[in-house]
């Protein structure tokens, strides 16, 4: 992945942030990466942790360890409905409150199970299992997984770009199972947005949450529908746009709430804008 040679404009609009520390990143639609921020520094990634654990998953599917079809948890509920939250798990309950792919339900709850499922068949912790499958391949040596499945991986904004760019091409799971995983899943279900609110419908993939027509939303306005990432609680995001072939993610260690929805919408504007996409 080469990396700019100049910084984008768009990248410094992150300096005027409220937080303490962050670092953002872009991959242009030529395979470009650039970067600001602070390097080299861990940063806690919340709930983009889903996206990597639902990665992690996919690769047991492949491998065989596991399907998306296995029943997991209450009645009618499997693998495959707790990676898009259409479970009935709340978001930290250890009782299903509603039945399977009746709403979208956001769920950290489910993300664990998951997790803990496919750490019984790959006879590993899911800790070692999502090293040695995604990290290690993708030579992400600073990302480790700290706690829970649903919110505790960590890493710097380089390791960032190299996840980054498998959500763009991907490598340790087949072009098929990507476009599965980025495909809206029991896409008529509505549902919550944690910090955003409700959207009928709530589009959701296998991990990556889909942008559909949501409005408002914590991506970029001209951002196409196709777009997917995640966001986490501790004020980082990841999206990439497969229309505009751009990428772009910032972490940082401040607590989501109105200061993101006022800063990132317009910064996904600004680079989209600049890279005339």
């Known amino acids: 992945m080469p ?5 984008l404009e768009s990248l410094k ?5 409220p937080v303490d520390d962050v670092a953002a990143g872009v991959i242009d639609h030529h395979g470009n990466l650039f970067t600001r921020g602070k ?3 861990s940063f806690r990634l919340a709930s983009i942790s889903k996206v990597m654990t639902a990665w992690a998953a996919l690769i047991a599917v492949e491998d065989g360890s596991v399907s998306l079809d296995d029943p ?3 009645p009618g509920c499997t693998l495959r409905h707790l990676l898009c939250h259409a479970g009935g798990y709340g978001f930290d309950t250890e009782a299903s409150i509603i039945s399977p792919e009746r709403k979208r339900v956001y769920s950290n709850t489910g993300y664990n199970m ?3 499922y496919v750490s019984e068949f790959v006879d590993m912790g899911f800790a070692q299992y999502v090293q040695e499958a995604l990290f290690a391949p993708l030579n992400m040596p600073t990302a480790q997984l700290l706690g829970s499945p649903a919110a505790d991986i960590h890493c710097t904004i380089e390791d960032m770009a190299k996840f980054a760019q498998e959500l763009r091409r991907p490598t340790v799971i087949a072009l098929s199972t990507y476009i599965e ?3 809206a899943q029991f896409p008529d279900l509505e549902g919550i947005v944690p910090g955003l609110g409700k959207y009928s419908p709530c589009p959701w993939g296998l991990g990556p949450e889909i942008r559909g027509a949501k409005h408002p939303h914590w991506t970029a306005p001209r951002n196409s529908a196709s777009t997917f990432g995640h966001f986490g609680g501790t004020g980082t995001f ?3 746009d497969p ?6 993610f910032a972490l940082t260690n401040r607590e989501f709430d109105a200061w993101a929805m006022q800063f990132w919408p317009d910064f996904g504007q600004a680079v989209l804008h600049e890279l005339g996409r």
């Open 3 to 7: 990396v700019g040679a100049a910084s």
């Open 114 to 116: 998951a997790a803990q």
């Open 39 to 41: 390097h080299n520094h």
């Open 72 to 74: 997991v948890g209450q």
């Open 181 to 183: 995983a980025t495909t």
């Open 238 to 240: 990841i999206w990439h």
């Open 13 to 17: 609009l992150i300096d005027s942030w």
């Open 243 to 248: 229309v505009a072939n751009v990428t772009c």
